[in-house]
């Protein structure tokens, strides 16, 4: 079973700093595709220009926060965007009160068409966050960064596999939209990299092991020695365009041109974030669970398909 990195040999004020330290310190580089359209943004501006909404059987209705209650109809105006995140996890404890446990079974998935849907399985009932002004497949976010002023930022999460004594440093980036094709076009994107540290490894400050790329419901690893690095021993990733799944190698690597330094912008730590306890869509509600809004990092943390295994006193893990 996964347990916080809490449960790890170090002292207690410096569990979060020694975390910090070694996620920054091993942080990716990502690289993206010259034909790109959307660029790694910030999730609290995906709310403050959207609305907090929830589908119900017959109705749909959105929260104002002027009288703070929710007002039946697709609403717009100034009362209906930029709510606050305390708003946004206290309507999501209400309908479904938890204390701290996000995995399953305990987990309080409140997504539209999601098959773990804890109101009714695949249904479009639930809560998502939806742009006020439609996205489109136009490049967004290109100018400030090919000129290294990216506005995405990095979400970082811990756990610990006491089984295995592996730690997990799992690195979140956000999309505005996963414009991969016509027919699984959504609004929001999380996308994820992530680290797998012994546990000596991680408390005495030594490189991972290996490395696991997400891409969407599957994945891929790697040894971090056979990595491609950029400046001191920070991985490099690929990203593909539009859909953003994330690999460690390309055929054309001059088709990548556009790098993020992810080391350079701000890093926060999901447990602390004050949107992670939002466990709707982030996006709009589609017409099936591809084109639907995803959950948020906190509540898909156990969602590597990695496969790690102890053979001959050693780690051995597929690569692909």
């Known amino acids: 079973m996964d347990e916080s990195t809490e449960a790890l040999d170090l002292p207690p004020d410096a569990k979060s700093k020694h975390a910090f330290m070694m996620a920054q310190q091993y942080a990716p580089e990502l690289r993206f595709h010259k034909s790109e359209r959307h660029f790694p943004?910030?999730?609290?501006?995906?709310?403050?220009?959207?609305?907090?909404?929830?589908?119900?059987?017959?109705?749909?209705?959105?929260?104002?926060?002027t009288i703070r209650d929710w007002v039946e109809g697709d609403q717009k105006g100034e009362a209906f965007e930029d709510i606050s995140w305390n708003d946004i996890a206290e309507e999501t404890r209400r309908r479904f009160p938890f204390s701290g446990q996000f995995d399953p079974p305990g987990s309080p998935n409140l997504r539209p068409r999601d098959s773990k849907n804890r109101y009714s399985p695949g249904s479009a009932k639930?809560?998502?966050?939806?742009?006020?002004?439609?996205?489109?497949?136009?490049?967004?976010?290109?100018?400030?960064?090919?000129?290294a002023q990216v506005s995405g930022r990095v979400f970082v999460d811990t756990k610990y596999d006491p089984e295995k004594e592996l730690v997990h440093v799992l690195y979140w980036f956000f999309y505005e939209l996963n414009w991969w094709r016509f027919f699984i076009t959504h609004?929001?994107?999380?996308?994820?990299?992530?680290?797998?540290?012994?546990?000596?490894?991680?408390?005495q400050g030594h490189e991972p092991a290996f490395v696991y790329f997400a891409q969407h419901?599957?994945?891929?690893?790697?040894?971090?020695?056979?990595?491609?690095?950029?400046?001191?021993?920070?991985?490099?990733?690929?990203?593909?365009?539009?859909?953003?799944p994330c690999k460690p190698?390309?055929?054309?690597?001059?088709?990548?041109?556009?790098?993020?330094?992810?080391?350079?912008?701000?890093?926060?730590?999901?447990?602390?974030?004050?949107?992670?306890?939002?466990?709707?869509?982030w996006g709009e509600i589609g017409q099936t669970t591809h084109t639907t809004g995803p959950l948020g990092p906190y509540f898909?943390?156990?969602?590597?398909?990695?496969?790690?295994?102890?053979?001959?006193?050693?780690?051995?893990?597929k690569e692909s």
């Open 187 to 203: 609004e929001g994107d999380w996308e994820h990299v992530t680290l797998l540290f012994t546990k000596d490894a991680f408390t």
């Open 41 to 65: 943004s910030d999730p609290r501006e995906f709310r403050r220009l959207g609305r907090f909404r929830e589908s119900r059987p017959g109705k749909d209705q959105g929260w104002n926060k």
């Open 300 to 317: 898909k943390r156990h969602s590597d398909k990695v496969k790690v295994v102890v053979k001959n006193g050693g780690l051995h893990i």
């Open 217 to 244: 419901d599957t994945g891929t690893a790697r040894r971090f020695e056979k990595m491609t690095f950029s400046t001191e021993r920070h991985p490099v990733v690929y990203v593909d365009p539009n859909g953003h």
């Open 126 to 147: 639930g809560l998502f966050l939806q742009r006020t002004e439609k996205l489109s497949d136009k490049r967004s976010g290109y100018g400030p960064f090919r000129e």
């Open 249 to 281: 190698s390309v055929k054309d690597s001059h088709s990548y041109p556009l790098q993020w330094k992810t080391w350079t912008n701000f890093i926060e730590f999901v447990p602390q974030s004050k949107w992670r306890d939002f466990a709707g869509a």
